[in-house]
């Protein structure tokens, strides 16, 4: 951890009093707490969750997963405060099936993913997540491997155009591609300001839009951290260790996330079209989940006023089955 790190983020315990996480309360409603429980936060944070869980779960325990070595760290003072009760995990939630069965939480009566980057990610400039401050063009959940900038000075134009589109859904992502590679060749594109000032002079907003760097950051940001195949990994390794009864609670932020857990969940409980009447009949796959939320819930007013980031936020919940899943089921991305 940098000395600028470990100044932002000290103690988890601090920062959670100015960090509110979204759709709080609907999560521990969902979760459904009554009695003591096993409870996977796969996606830690700041801990917002995990704190009121344990506070609100009488008894509850929590394994609390993070690949962020920054989210560890701060997260020792939650650890001691909640004694016996708390376990934090360094790595990726994609892996909470091991983890869990590594640290006694198979089977688990809860798991809760709150997908995307953290509130103390996108706030500190050195983590290059965010294009408001200047900093270096990282974006590395992690904090290892491939950084964004790795990506947009290497990557070939078609391959970086495609990429910048399928992630980010940027309609001018072939002229945001040919505009970086046109930049590279004269210096590096080392900082989210020259990356995000490039952008602007290419795609042009109205004043009162999104900025136009939003999307490609954003599509940076996901293929870095391989998010999108992270939360189907994790998604199926939570169907895997939940007992029957257990909650499957996630909240996503943008419409390629939902989509990915409203498909899971559709699939996992059956609510997929059938075969066509066309096709020969096939043995209908073990329905492993009951879907909670038909629609996803959505924050109310009260909080989409006071944390602005709640107005993307979507949160679907599903309760695991008795079903053995179907190994058939299991679809990785390609």
Do not use: C
Not at 74 to 84: L, P, R, T
Not at 147 to 157: G, Y
Not at 296 to 320: D, F, Q, Y
């Amino acid at each position: 951890m940098t000395a600028h790190s470990a100044l932002n983020h000290a103690r988890v315990d601090d920062d959670s009093q100015r960090h509110i996480p979204v759709l709080l309360e609907e999560v521990i409603v969902a979760l459904d707490l009554s009695g003591p429980k096993a409870v996977i936060d796969g996606t830690f944070g700041a801990g917002g969750y995990t704190r009121a869980i344990l506070e609100r779960g009488a008894g509850s325990r929590v394994m609390a997963i993070d690949r962020d070595p920054d989210a560890i760290a701060a997260g020792s003072s939650m650890v001691a405060k909640f004694a016996g009760r708390l376990t934090l995990v360094h790595g990726p939630f994609g892996q909470l099936g091991e983890w869990a069965g590594e640290h006694g939480y198979v089977p688990a009566d809860a798991v809760v993913l709150d997908i995307g980057v953290s509130s103390m990610q996108i706030d500190d400039p050195e983590r290059g997540f965010s294009f408001r401050a200047d900093g270096p063009l990282d974006m590395r959940m992690a904090q290892a491997g491939p950084s964004a900038a790795d990506l947009v000075n290497t990557m070939d134009e078609g391959a970086l155009a495609d990429l910048i589109y399928r992630y980010g859904e940027e309609r001018k992502s072939r002229a945001v591609a040919r505009a970086i590679v046109a930049a590279r060749r004269q210096r590096a594109i080392t900082t989210t300001k020259q990356l995000a000032d490039l952008i602007a002079s290419v795609v042009h907003m109205p004043p009162d839009a999104i900025h136009p760097a939003t999307r490609t950051f954003q599509a940076l940001r996901i293929a870095v951290n391989d998010e999108l195949g992270e939360l189907e990994r994790g998604l199926e390794a939570a169907e895997r260790i939940l007992a029957p009864g257990g909650r499957l609670v996630v909240v996503t932020f943008h419409s390629l996330e939902d989509r990915i857990v409203k498909q899971f969940i559709a699939d996992r409980s059956g609510e997929t079209p059938g075969p066509s009447r066309h096709m020969p009949t096939a043995q209908p796959k073990a329905k492993t989940f009951n879907n909670l939320a038909r629609k996803a819930i959505v924050a109310g007013l009260l909080e989409t006023r006071a944390n602005p980031r709640s107005r993307s936020a979507k949160l679907r919940v599903a309760e695991r089955t008795h079903a053995i899943p179907d190994s058939a089921s299991v679809k990785r991305r390609g």
